[in-house]
């Protein structure tokens, strides 16, 4: 008999199971031909005897290898290894493998160019200011394994994974609708909701069934980058209005109206990125009007609604009488912790059914799990007592930014304190290059952007969006800081 | 003193801890105003006698509220319910909230209409024959789960969760390296590989790459529907080219790439949809010389190549002397269970740089935790053993399918036994009504197609796909028992 305590060890301390690590080595033990095919293993209760382990535990291994026809049970003979092992190698037709290379022997499009994104950290770069994120330690990612488990471990998922609908999963549609209600006194009923991946997929279905090549949409000066380079992919040409201290100019908005015909207007109604402002009360009103004389199709991103700090939220457009004319667009991506990408969009009935048409084309439909999960967690209250904890922590980052930043670096920076979202919008003195800020800020361990990302049109604001809600406290007076003692000797 | 014991309910058998539950319950009365702002609460020690519970317990459902604000620690007095109450009402700008109907005040772009897609199931109809999904039953999700809780445990997962890449985590990518070098001979590095979400995303970004309105695009007749519906979305003209036993007839494509300008073609190289037909390494050798002498861009479609059980699967052209043209697409959403939509594209490293720039717009990047748990569970083998367990079964399945339909309805139908795959192509003779067929079958409880999804450019085919993978051998033989009750009867 071959030395199997040798040749077989286990650790019970790994995650793999004990038995899936004895029948692994024994693949490995007949790939390598330890074991000749024909030849027979020892009985269960020997090699358990070998190994120093339960009996059970070999027989399931052995069970595995006979699930996988490595084994055959031969009665009264035992454990055989296979003489027709189960070794796939696919038939070749070409003796050599080509192997890729960097070039395309045909030409293709390009997409516009996207701006430098937020920095990627690394092991050795412990700090980042990116541009906006939450503090994923803070996310519900516990609750939403733990409802993922008790999903599949239900009776009726494989139903419920095997079919699904690309407008969503209708357990979410339905407390969306709850949800809305009770936060942004949206009117709707499950029909008028498309589940998406993030507020981005929404934007990008959205502009999509609106826009044709050579439309005029408009678009805040500045704007979210993604949603411009969005809107310049399916070929629209940007008329950019300014953003000031009340959000975007309604004035001028209603001025290009009247002199050419507009396709769409894009705007984000609270805590505008990049410049954090939130479209005043009588703006909203003055632009409803607009809206529904011009028949003005409005993208109104409220990406960030959910987190809002000073006195409250103001109702969005889509709540009002706009006339059939806003798709209101909204994510948990936040909530969530960043990785489960779960956005939505609403919108009349008939859009909802279009758009979930395009949207099978582009990738047939979302992960019913992750928004089953999520559906439990909206109804359990789970993400409401997120949003309530994560709002509290995100004021005092923000509170305790401004402060540092109007104690230790007052001189060189101008900002207004954002009344919600995860950033506050920085520009800096005229005299200071962010780039050369950005470069040496990374020699003392510290990511950032040289603000690139911001120019718009190519004007050059020289500012960039510091992100507070990721950073807890120790963090932010350590970023400050590092920019503080720069600031101090390099300008 | 309130009577907190009949006020607060608990339950220990809920999924929601205890503390969770009187914390919200407590919420409640503060809402309703039974507990009032300024009011004071009992002592942890007098509630926990009172509801028979840990004090640990109130104390955490104290902390919970304190957290949230709804409560405030009145040193030497007690827990006092907040005076200034968490409660966010938006601020509202318009009295009337007005409902979303069904119509949108403008006119948008309404996708190519799909065909009647792959029927619900619903709980009184238990038996669905699809049109080739996996049996989730089967899939390692609990491995799945434990893998996501396991990265979220991690010490680094908040800097994997935050940031990541739109051509998917560098994890997973590594992984696929190995994975496709093993089974499918493919000779790549990471740069060489995009993760997408399903084949879908994969062959609706891949297209959106190459094509522009008007192109003149190669498709098989018949061809998977939603890839011929994601050609014409881009404004593809379609030429459809015959798929025979060995697969589509390359002669007929060498025809037409001579006689005008071919912009792509895309061809399924395993099982086609929907004839289940494998392309012949021949026909491949053939192909290879067309697209290298037409530099003719070719998306090689092989979804379901780790699902093979006759003999051994061919390499896919990718593999070969392809000379750039090929983008390879596959998918690991049937391994999954299909609610888990993790795809990928294989392509020269400048087009899945294009193509990562151009997923940003759509939807930024994937789930990085799913991404990090796929990687996790193809680096310890679970995939590919659950890929061994599985083909054995769906063989199995296949065999069992094929000699029902042998016996019980040979007089009716025609197919070839595929090679692998999930479905039979199943033709029915002539004086059978698939429609009438489908909707008698229905009322005996069984739910299948009535062939519409495969008509192509109208032409009627009598056939559906029987997907065989997802029934188990009982459910096969009702499926089949009920057809045959209605042939014998209806017909």
């Known amino acids: 008999m071959l030395p199997f305590k040798t040749l077989i060890r286990t650790d019970k301390s790994l995650k793999l199971p004990v038995y899936q690590q004895i029948a692994n080595r024994l693949i490995g033990l007949i790939q390598e031909g330890i074991l000749k095919p024909g030849s027979f293993l020892p009985g269960s209760r020997v090699l358990a005897l070998q190994l120093d382990l339960h009996r059970k535990t070999v027989i399931a291994a052995y069970e595995e290898l006979i699930s996988q026809d490595w084994l ?10 296979a003489t027709n092992l189960p070794v ?117 279905l959205a502009a999509a069934m609106i826009i044709k090549p050579g439309d005029y949409v408009i678009v805040g000066s500045p704007n979210y980058f993604f949603a411009d380079l969005c809107f310049e992919q399916l ?31 894009y705007l984000i109604t609270h805590h505008h990125h990049p410049t954090t402002v939130t479209l005043s009360a009588a703006r909203r009103m003055k632009l409803l009007e607009i809206i529904r004389k011009y028949k003005l199709p409005v993208i109104e991103d409220d990406y960030d609604y959910d987190f809002h700090y000073s006195s409250a939220p103001i109702l969005p457009l889509a709540s009002a009488d706009h006339g059939g004319n806003v798709i209101y667009i909204g994510s948990f991506t936040k909530s969530l912790g960043l990785s489960i990408r779960i956005g939505f969009m609403i919108a009349p009935a008939s859009f909802v059914a279009a758009s979930a048409e395009l949207r099978r084309l582009m990738d047939l439909r979302g992960d019913n799990l992750a928004e089953q999960a999520l559906a439990n967690l909206l109804a359990d209250g789970t993400i409401a007592r997120h949003l309530k904890k994560s709002n509290k922590i995100y004021r005092e980052r923000r509170d305790l930014l401004c402060e540092l930043l109007q104690q230790r670096l007052g001189k060189a920076v101008t900002f207004t304190p954002p009344a919600g979202g995860m950033a506050i919008w920085l520009r800096f003195s005229p005299k200071i290059s962010l780039i050369k800020l950005a470069e040496k800020a990374r020699g003392k361990g510290l990511r950032m952007s040289s603000g690139e990302q911001y120019h718009y049109g190519g004007k050059s604001v020289n500012g960039l969006r510091f992100g507070f809600a990721s950073l807890n406290n120790r963090e932010l007076r350590a970023a400050v800081a590092i920019l503080e003692s720069i600031l101090d000797t390099a300008f």
Chains 1, 2 share one sequence.
């Not at 055959?72 to 290894?81: H, I, N, T, Y």
Request: net charge positive; glycine share 6%; with cysteine.
């Open 72 to 81: 055959e049970a031969v009665p009264r003979k035992g454990m055989m290894v």
């Open 88 to 204: 796939i190698r696919p038939r070749s037709f070409r003796k050599v493998l080509q192997p890729y290379g960097e070039a395309t022997a045909f030409s293709f499009h390009t997409p516009p160019a996207a701006p430098v994104m937020a920095p990627y950290p690394d092991a050795s770069m412990p700090l980042v200011i990116n541009d906006g994120f939450p503090d994923v330690r803070l996310a519900p990612l516990t609750d939403w394994v733990r409802e993922c488990r008790s999903v599949i471990e239900s009776a009726r998922y494989h139903k419920l994974l095997m079919y699904g609908e690309a407008a969503g999963t209708t357990a979410l549609r339905k407390e969306m609708v709850k949800y809305l209600s009770n936060t942004r006194g949206l009117n709707i009923t499950a029909d008028h909701v498309m589940i998406t991946r993030g507020a981005q997929m929404a934007i990008y």
């Open 235 to 265: 070929g629209a040409r940007l008329l950019r209005v300014p953003v000031d201290g009340e959000g975007i100019d309604v004035d001028v908005i209603e001025t290009l109206c009247s002199q050419k015909k507009i396709r769409m207007l």
